[in-house]
């Protein structure tokens, strides 16, 4: 849990795989997500 009570999630998979677009799908949002 993070300090505000919200959980915290994480996508892990492969490359191209969809994860982004799992995410904003669920959340609602658009963002870009790059690899580090």
Not at 5 to 29: E, I, M, Q, R, Y
Request: zero cysteines; aromatic letters at 6%; a positive charge.
């Amino acid at each position: 849990m993070a300090a505000s009570g919200a959980p915290v999630v994480a996508l892990v998979g492969a490359p191209n795989v969809g994860k982004s677009t799992l995410f904003n799908s669920l959340t609602g949002a658009r963002r870009s997500v790059g690899n580090w």
